[in-house]
């Protein structure tokens, strides 16, 4: 399995735009997290969704910001307009999922933004 | 609050140092503990801990939680330059699938 695939790895674009982060979770896998990771704040949790279905989303820092998971095997998050303070490094991973599969997450290789 | 607080925030030795690395952690209904290790890319993931006392162990890496106190080590033998990371500490709660808190990490970093 290719494991977690995540794209586009780097981006830079100016405040105001539009960013399309995208990911493909591991075949297989029920759940789907997005998490962001800042030298400040770490890794916070944004959203996470169980069988397509958005089950978290509390971290999700404001309105300017959405997931979507049509389907197993794709997922993308959106920050629309995008703001310098949304540099960072965006992570996806999947999991089993389930009450009987504990915990282990599988992380894409990650999303670099940056907003000039 | 925060719910997952590891210590030292960093950390430098030398090739051949042991460390321990701290993770204390406080949530209303524990499942398990995971450890990451994070170099340059994703956390990989090194142990998932459970039950008290029972150590985990994967060549020089090894991990034990402590359910009554709160709290879990990782510790490291005779260290590495490759053993230079951040170390992740991670809590799952039950009914919340599968979903990590992460802590802020230990940022080691192993000198020649």
């Known amino acids: 399995d290719a494991g977690v695939i995540q794209s586009p790895r780097h981006e830079v674009t100016e405040m105001g735009q539009e960013v399309t982060l995208r990911c493909k979770p591991i075949?297989?896998?029920?759940?789907l997290f997005w998490y962001r990771q800042t030298m400040m704040r770490g890794l916070e949790l944004l959203i996470y969704?169980?069988?397509?279905?958005?089950?978290?989303d509390s971290g999700m820092p404001e309105d300017r910001f959405s997931a979507k998971m049509p389907n197993a095997s794709f997922s993308t998050l959106k920050i629309q307009p995008s703001e310098p303070r949304d540099s960072a490094v965006y992570f996806c991973?999947?999991?089993?999922?389930?009450?009987?599969?504990?915990?282990?997450?599988?992380f894409g290789e990650g999303s670099r933004l940056t907003v000039l | 609050e925060d719910k997952v607080v590891q210590s030292p925030l960093s950390l430098v030795v030398h090739e051949g140092d042991t460390v321990t690395l701290n993770c204390s952690y406080e949530?209303?209904?524990?499942?398990?503990l995971l450890w990451y290790k994070q170099e340059k890319k994703a956390p990989t993931f090194l142990f998932m801990l459970?039950?008290?006392?029972i150590e985990k162990k994967s060549g020089r890496l090894s991990s034990i939680l402590d359910k009554k106190e709160l709290f879990s080590i990782l510790n490291i033998t005779a260290t590495q330059t490759g053993d230079s990371a951040v170390y992740l500490c991670?809590?799952?709660?039950?009914?919340?699938?599968?979903?990590?808190?992460f802590g802020g990490g230990t940022r080691l970093m192993v000198k020649p």
């Open positions: 991973a999947s999991s089993l999922g389930g009450t009987s599969n504990t915990g282990e997450l599988f």
């Open positions: 075949s297989g896998h029920n759940s």
């Open positions: 969704f169980n069988n397509n279905v958005p089950i978290d």
């Open positions: 949530v209303t209904n524990f499942r398990s």
């Open positions: 459970t039950s008290s006392g």
């Open positions: 991670a809590v799952e709660e039950h009914n919340a699938g599968n979903m990590l808190t």
